[in-house]
């Protein structure tokens, strides 16, 4: 199995990020949301709020978003442009896993419609809440492992090296930046 980190991936762009600019143009009161994600981003730089707990704090935007699953397929409809064409065209097979830490409610659609397993930070879509940690780090590894306890990682993508603990357990990891994919010496 070939494991892909998805933003910065094989997604141009932060997914989350882009969503969450969609919504802020179409639902403008979201912006009252802005003065505690910027407390929640200085609490978590200082060490004061781990990621997941600044996150359900960015997240709590979602709570200003009406139709949140129409928003989320007129939000595809726009960003599916931004899969990179590598990973479409060249790469994709039907026994990829995709772990992301965006939430897994934004990324199902886009991966029901193109065929391909994943699995991301699992939080409710209409309140930002999670259950559970975001999915970052040490985390994927442990998430890929309650899914696939014998499972074995023939290649794996990421453009971060926050992805060093699920590139360990790869037989053959890459480094992505852009459509540049180099071999990710570990």
């Known amino acids: 199995m070939n494991v892909y980190d998805f933003d910065d991936t094989i997604y141009n762009g932060d997914s989350s990020v882009d969503f969450y600019k969609f919504c802020l143009r179409r639902h403008p009161s979201v912006l009252c949301c802005a003065p505690a994600q910027a407390g929640a981003y200085i609490r978590f730089r200082a060490g004061r709020y781990t990621r997941t707990e600044m996150k359900q704090i960015i997240y709590g935007y979602l709570r200003y978003v009406d139709n949140i699953d129409s928003e989320i397929r007129l939000f595809w409809n726009i960003h599916k442009k931004n899969l990179k064409e590598w990973y479409m065209k060249d790469k994709r097979r039907e026994d990829d896993l995709i772990i992301s830490a965006s939430p897994e409610f934004l990324l199902a659609p886009v991966f029901k419609e193109i065929g391909v397993e994943m699995m991301g930070s699992k939080l409710d879509k209409y309140t930002g809440i999670y259950s559970g940690e975001n999915c970052y780090g040490e985390e994927k590894p442990k998430r ?34 852009g459509n540049r994919i180099t071999e990710w010496n570990i």
Do not use: Q
């Not at 990421?158 to 037989?171: G, I, N, T, V």
């Open 144 to 177: 890929f492992y309650e899914k696939y306890p014998a499972g074995v990682i023939d290649e794996f993508y990421s453009d971060s090296y926050s992805d060093l603990p699920l590139a360990k357990l790869a037989r053959k990891a890459f480094m992505v930046k």
